[in-house]
């Protein structure tokens, strides 16, 4: 005997409980489907950051046929940006969403290049980009060591606690009807006559429609069905300071060095930018105290004022990625009526978008974000 659902989400991190609320606020009768404790993985480990910019390392080392190709993806964030400004008062909750923008910063001619190329890209999608010179960076952002020779702004960007995001989308999910059980363990999901099954928590799940938003472990899921698609995970790390006096309105990025850095509510200050953590023996992400390293003193040599502050604390996670960086967002060939929600590196950015978006498509409609979403189809 299975329980039947119009939709089954697999996954509880942000994109499987945005998934869920945008289906159950539409009436759509939904069950979603968490091994562990919802946001227990990427979405609950991330830095908060909420970007727009084509991410400058990808752009410096892929090129610019490779940003022309991501605009899709900037087109996507920025149509989540807009959602974010609204996310409070939609799911009755304090994300702690603060916008003051972002800041690549460029410390020399050819980094200044460089992120111009990449502003003119931004631009032709549509983003809004500020380029600054070095006494205008001065003014903007007085915090900046005096190597700051200029750089490019983008008032939509901005953070939120990760901590928060996905439970609120939960919690609004549930009030609007879905059933959502954690610690289901590892579902695993089959085909049937009329749609599919789900097999999580001792009990059988059945509905027409299946959402896989299952992260990292989302490529298994599709081989589970016949199907098969290429995703990646790397270990990275974060880390977060004592809280101090607020000096920081911006979301920094550094164009010689991975970097992002920001403060939060409370004043502590956030500093990642991807630097790799490690695998235990176990396959567990931990901490690299080599990266730690590195990416203080990157934090130290663009913002000198965070060498004053104490680390309290400096975690691991896997983030999930393509290839291409780009999302995959769509109907599974050859399972009809099974769809991935997928968006990799900036996945807590582009989760509300994405999720909106799926929960149209779910239920057979065109999603209208104001933009195409074909370079996403999984196919
Ligand atoms: C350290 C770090 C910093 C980051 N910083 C940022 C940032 O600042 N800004 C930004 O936009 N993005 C950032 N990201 C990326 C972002 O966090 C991810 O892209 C996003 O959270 C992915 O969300 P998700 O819901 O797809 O995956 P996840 O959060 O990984 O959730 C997937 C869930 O699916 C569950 N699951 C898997 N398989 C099954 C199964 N078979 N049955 C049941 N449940 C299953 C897992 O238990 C998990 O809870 C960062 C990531 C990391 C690791």
């Not at 896997?318 to 960086?325: A, F, M, Q, S």
């Amino acid at each position: 005997m299975s329980t039947r659902f119009d939709v089954i989400v697999i996954g509880g991190g942000i994109a499987g409980c945005a998934t869920a609320h945008y289906l159950a606020r539409d009436g759509v009768s939904v069950a979603l489907l968490e091994a562990g404790e919802l946001n227990a993985f990427a979405s609950g480990a991330n830095a908060g950051s909420l970007h727009a910019q084509i991410p400058h390392d990808p752009f410096v080392h892929k090129g610019e046929n490779w940003a022309r190709a991501f605009t899709p993806a900037v087109q996507l964030f920025k149509a989540s940006l807009d959602i974010w400004t609204g996310l409070e008062a939609e799911l009755g909750a304090d994300l702690e969403i603060g916008v003051g923008g972002g800041l690549l910063v460029g410390a020399n001619d050819v980094e200044m290049r460089q992120i111009e190329a990449k502003a003119r890209i931004e631009r032709d999608a549509g983003l809004e980009i500020e380029m600054l010179d070095r006494a205008a960076i001065r003014e903007r952002a007085p915090y900046l060591s005096t190597n700051a020779i200029g750089g490019a702004f983008c008032p939509s960007e901005g953070k939120a606690n990760p901590l928060v995001v996905a439970p609120a989308f939960a919690a609004a999910a549930r009030a609007h009807g879905a059933h959502i059980v954690s610690n289901a363990g590892e579902a695993r999901v089959a085909r049937t006559g009329d749609g599919y099954e789900a097999a999580a928590a001792g009990q059988l799940f059945a509905a027409p429609r299946l959402v896989i938003a299952a992260g990292i472990e989302t490529g298994k899921l599709v081989e589970s069905l016949g199907g098969s698609i290429e995703i990646q995970g790397f270990p990275i790390q974060a880390n977060v300071t004592e809280p101090a006096e607020k000096f920081l309105p911006h979301l920094v990025y550094c164009a010689g060095e991975k970097l992002t850095m920001k403060q939060t509510r409370i004043g502590t200050v956030l500093i990642g930018g991807g630097w790799p953590a490690k695998l235990d023996a176990r396959g567990r992400p931990v901490a690299d105290p080599a990266s730690l390293a590195a990416n203080l003193a990157v934090a130290k040599s663009v913002v000198p004022a965070v060498g004053a502050l104490q680390i309290v604390r400096t975690w691991a996670a896997i983030v999930n990625g393509t290839e291409d960086w780009l999302p995959i967002l769509g109907e599974l060939p050859g399972a009809p009526g099974a769809f991935i929600n997928y968006v990799p590196w900036m996945g807590f950015t582009g989760g509300p978008a994405a999720a909106l978006a799926i929960a149209k498509m779910v239920q057979g409609q065109r999603p209208d974000m104001g933009f195409d979403l074909a370079a996403f189809a999984p196919q």
